[in-house]
């Protein structure tokens, strides 16, 4: 690297997302979710993802979901925790 560069992963930049596999349908209504990188809006503002085998949907959402079913869009959103980290 020459003098001034900055070594940053991908996620650390503003927009990126990218998955390292795809996300499958595990045990029931949970899915696999494979590790990766994501930045949830702003430079500086990335996050590195560690896989999540049998990751159960209706726990962790608004109130919308109620079962998988074949064709449904899954969306993933990034949210800072409730501690602030």
Known sequence: MATGDKFIIPAQAAGFASLFGHIEKG???TLHIPEGMLNIGGNGLGFLLDSRANWDPAANSDGSFS??????????????DYSGL
Do not use: H
Not at 67 to 80: C, E, K, Q
């Open 27 to 29: 045990t029931g209504d």
């Open 67 to 80: 079962s998988l079913a074949l064709g449904d869009d899954i969306y993933l959103y990034a949210v800072r």
